[in-house]
């Protein structure tokens, strides 16, 4: 599967914006999404993950209660909506997939698959 993202910009902090990211392929409900996050000089971390059909959703602690994933098998999407962001969000944010019924992981390793990610800017 190949994965594009975009939706990435510069907004203040306390604003909101929304990443997406479109699969290629005829089996995007057969993976697991994760969204993940590197900063400048930073290792990349995970934001949040969703299973195959949505129902079940993670997130890092550090977002939990802004960020919002969601995904629409039909249309091969999915999609990190973030509301309250921080300066601290600053990042580029990449998609991954890994085919399995269950949520993915919080470790990059565990994602087979990756976009090329879209850069989010939060000002103070």
């Known amino acids: 599967v190949q994965l594009q993202a975009s939706g990435g910009g510069l907004v203040q902090a306390g604003g909101s914006l929304r990443v997406s990211c479109v699969a290629s392929g005829r089996t995007f409900s057969s993976y697991a999404m994760g969204w993940f996050r590197q900063a400048p000089g930073k290792e990349r971390e995970f934001v949040a993950a969703i299973n195959w059909s949505g129902v079940s959703t993670y997130y890092a602690d550090s977002v939990k209660g802004r960020f919002t994933v969601s995904r629409d098998n039909a249309k091969n999407t999915v999609s990190l909506q973030m509301n309250s962001l921080k300066p601290e969000d600053t990042a580029v944010y990449y998609c991954?997939?890994?085919?399995?019924?269950?949520?993915?992981?919080?470790?990059?390793?565990?994602?087979?698959?990756w976009g090329q990610g879209t850069q989010v800017t939060v000002s103070s």
């Open positions: 991954a997939a890994v085919r399995r019924v269950g949520l993915g992981g919080t470790r990059p390793n565990e994602y087979d698959y």
